[in-house]
């Protein structure tokens, strides 16, 4: 960390731009991964500590809120940082037809998870993205071990009859098993990284890495899953008829109310379980990969970016999974630990479209026209500093917009919710149609058709 201060005042001292440290850039992408999950945002049961390092030594965005609901959209959202569809140049063939080394390994465009991985192919992937890409094989619901499908209350250790790709239930699959990791698609991603690392070290390389864990199916070794027995487990707080007050296009396509887990208040803390013990995994890759960049002497070069495709429902309002408006699934983790700027935490609105325009700035590069995000250098130099008013996501002609203060979501039936997010941050009580707040209603809505004109969108409302 003093290294990293002592470079900063330097490059000040030589009047260049922290920027101009940049020659390498490590993108690191989690899988279904919700921010409130992570220590560094607060959770004080799973264990996180490669990714709180990370947050330690870098600018932790508080309030950063993903485009699509869903793996795909978000994915190609990001990767064009475009609100919809994708745009003529994306982030990874920015950087290699600017001469850069483009790589990815794992999941960065969408994939089908279990499919495309039980299968190594490569999904939705853009090959125009890439000098080289990876993809990293498993088993996944398939590996041996102690198997659940937790929504029918399965438990067995044979290897039939398991929920995997296209069926179902295996959004509600967990498998442990006797094993150090080195079989699963992520650790099998994370020492490809390790070797693409070493081998491109002398040049300037774009590394994108995607991990799928979290995502369903939930598998580790026995020993991620010790730290957190189910018993121990503490369910999301409810209360009394909560979604009575969300509109019909608001409420989850998966619920409690519908779906067999509500019979199993147990499985869903074994849900919990999976889950933590799937991002407590994960978290073991990104520190193999930091630390093999640090033992490489790249870190005072290298913009290290960690993040999700969007967050995810554990049962919180009896919701699970994701493609809906609420904070738990548009709310992701973002990281940004860059050379020559300070470590930090800031309040400052962010999209997952930033990212491209940010990394573009940052490696001394003029992003295309087309980009729709918005540089998050100036709160990199000021964690206090602001680049937008809020933050947009959408699904199908459902909106969210997210301010400092409120969350706005407006569905294409005209229906709405409205959550004063400094006094009810879990999202129990909807406002909108309180008449005392007629009027934050209507700014609101005028300011999310400002932002949906703005990107080229139509409203439902207009």
């Known amino acids: 960390m003093k290294l990293r201060i002592l470079a900063a005042l330097l490059l000040a001292a030589l009047g260049l ?6 020659k390498n850039v490590l993108f690191i992408v989690s899988d279904d991964l919700k921010a409130s999950v992570l220590g560094c945002y607060g959770d004080p049961v799973c264990k996180t500590p ?5 947050a330690k030594q870098g600018v932790v965005f508080e309030r950063a809120y993903c485009q699509g609901l869903m793996c795909a959209p978000s994915r190609m959202s990001f990767m064009h940082s475009r609100y919809q569809g994708g745009g003529n140049v994306n982030l990874g063939q920015h950087f290699r037809e600017n001469g850069w080394y483009s790589a990815r390994v794992g999941k960065i465009y969408h994939m089908r998870v279990p499919g495309d991985i039980i299968a190594g192919t490569h999904g939705q992937d853009i090959a125009s ?3 080289e890409r990876f993809n990293s094989p498993g088993k996944e619901a398939h590996t041996p071990g102690h198997y659940a499908c937790l929504n029918l209350n399965i ?3 044979t290897a039939e009859n398991r929920q995997s790709t296209r069926m179902p239930h295996r959004m509600f699959v967990t498998v442990r098993y006797e094993g150090d990791g080195s079989d699963q698609p ?6 490809k990284a390790i070797e693409l690392l070493q081998k491109h070290k002398d040049k300037r390389f774009f590394l994108a890495v995607g991990l799928v864990r979290p995502h369903y199916p939930m598998v580790a070794p026995q020993q991620f899953f010790d730290p957190y027995p189910w018993q121990k487990m503490k369910l999301p707080k409810t209360v009394k008829d909560d979604a009575k007050d969300i509109p019909k296009a608001g409420l989850a396509g998966t619920r409690s109310e519908t779906n067999p887990i509500g019979k199993f208040p147990d499985n869903q803390k074994r849900m919990w379980t999976g889950y933590y013990a799937s991002v407590a995994f994960m978290d073991a890759q990104v520190g193999r990969i930091l630390d093999e960049l640090d033992r490489l002497g790249l870190r005072e070069s290298t913009a290290v970016v960690f993040t999700s495709d969007h967050g995810y429902h554990l049962g919180e309002h009896g919701f699970w999974q994701k493609a809906n408006l609420h904070e738990e699934v548009t709310r992701v983790p973002l990281i940004i630990d860059a050379p020559g700027f300070k470590s930090g935490r800031t309040k400052a609105l962010s999209e997952l479209m930033d990212i ?3 990394l573009s700035d940052l490696a001394g590069l003029k992003s295309p026209a087309e980009v729709q995000g918005q540089s998050l250098v100036p709160v990199l130099k000021n964690p206090a500093a602001t680049v937008r008013r809020g933050a947009l996501s959408l699904n199908r002609g459902h909106y969210a917009l997210r301010t400092a203060d409120w969350a706005y979501l407006r569905y294409k039936d005209g229906s709405a919710e409205l959550y004063d997010m400094k006094a009810d941050p879990h999202q129990f009580t909807n406002l909108a149609k309180h008449p005392k707040h007629t009027k934050i209603l209507t700014q609101l809505d005028g300011h999310l058709n400002q932002r949906l004109r703005q990107a080229g969108l139509k409203a439902a409302s207009e």
């Open 356 to 358: 491209y325009p940010t």
């Open 50 to 54: 490669n990714i709180d390092r990370l």
């Open 129 to 131: 993205s890439w000098t």
């Open 155 to 157: 438990f067995t250790t």
């Open 186 to 191: 992520d650790h099998k991603s994370a020492t």
């Open 17 to 22: 731009s922290a920027e101009a440290a940049i």
